[in-house]
């Protein structure tokens, strides 16, 4: 079963836009992490956000976590046509430390960047 | 280095057959996980592996998908007596380790069809 929703789940922009994804989740975690997939096959790791972090930047991407409401966002700022993807968001369960990482995956938004 | 592949990239089956899905992780790596992708929908967690000895297999969705790694190294994903809901992309990802927080690697996916 799937973690939570994501919202939108379609997004189209002009390229120079930024592009927010926003993600919601249902039980306490570990951590939230972000990942990138083209064209349905392999994903690529963009950027993780521990429970204690509110904010993490990398490069174009900016990640905010909320846990009190359970929810994160993923912002791309100047995008271009190359960031045409699907985002997922994923989080760990927080039974205990060592649980085995395995994660737990949104519905994904896909992201549409027009040239 | 070489990232994770899988073996095949595509396998179109009949109703009722058995398929052999491979994943060949990164070096080094103790830790390896099995994903499917429906259509539209996020990955979701089947089974992982830390070392030879499978860890969490509560995503397995009932006893006609089985998993090995007997070497602590590639792993094999069996489906047996195949059924057209069987259809999706079946995603391996390995980390050094199971610990939470570790980056998951991820294959570009075996696309299994069942006719």
């Known amino acids: 079963s799937q973690q939570g929703e994501e919202d939108p789940q379609a997004l189209s922009i002009q390229e120079g836009e930024n592009a927010t994804m926003n993600c919601s989740y249902k039980t306490s975690i570990n951590n939230l992490q972000w990942y990138r997939q083209n064209s349905g096959r392999g994903l690529v790791h963009l950027i993780l956000i521990r429970s204690n972090e509110r904010e993490k930047h990398s490069g174009r991407l900016r990640v905010t976590l909320d846990t009190s409401k359970k929810s994160s966002s993923l912002l791309i700022t100047a995008s271009r046509a190359a960031d045409t993807a699907s985002y997922f968001c994923a989080t760990d369960a927080l039974l205990s430390y060592n649980q085995g990482g395995k994660l737990i995956f949104g519905q994904g938004t896909e992201l549409s960047v027009k040239p | 280095g070489a990232g994770v592949s899988q073996t095949p990239s595509n396998k179109v089956t009949e109703k009722g057959k058995y398929v052999e899905l491979r994943c060949d992780p990164i070096s080094g790596h103790t830790a390896l996980y099995w994903y499917r992708q429906s259509l539209g929908q996020g990955p979701e967690f089947l089974i992982y592996?830390?070392?030879?000895?499978?860890?969490?297999d509560s995503g397995l969705p009932n006893d006609r998908f089985f998993a090995v790694r007997p070497e602590g190294s590639v792993s094999t994903l069996k489906i047996q007596r195949t059924e057209r809901g069987d259809s999706a992309v079946y995603l391996c990802?390995?980390?050094?380790?199971?610990?939470?927080?570790?980056?998951?690697?991820f294959g570009p996916g075996t696309r299994l069809t069942v006719l």
């Open positions: 990802a390995s980390s050094l380790s199971s610990a939470v927080g570790n980056e998951q690697f």
């Open positions: 592996f830390q070392g030879t000895g499978a860890a969490d």
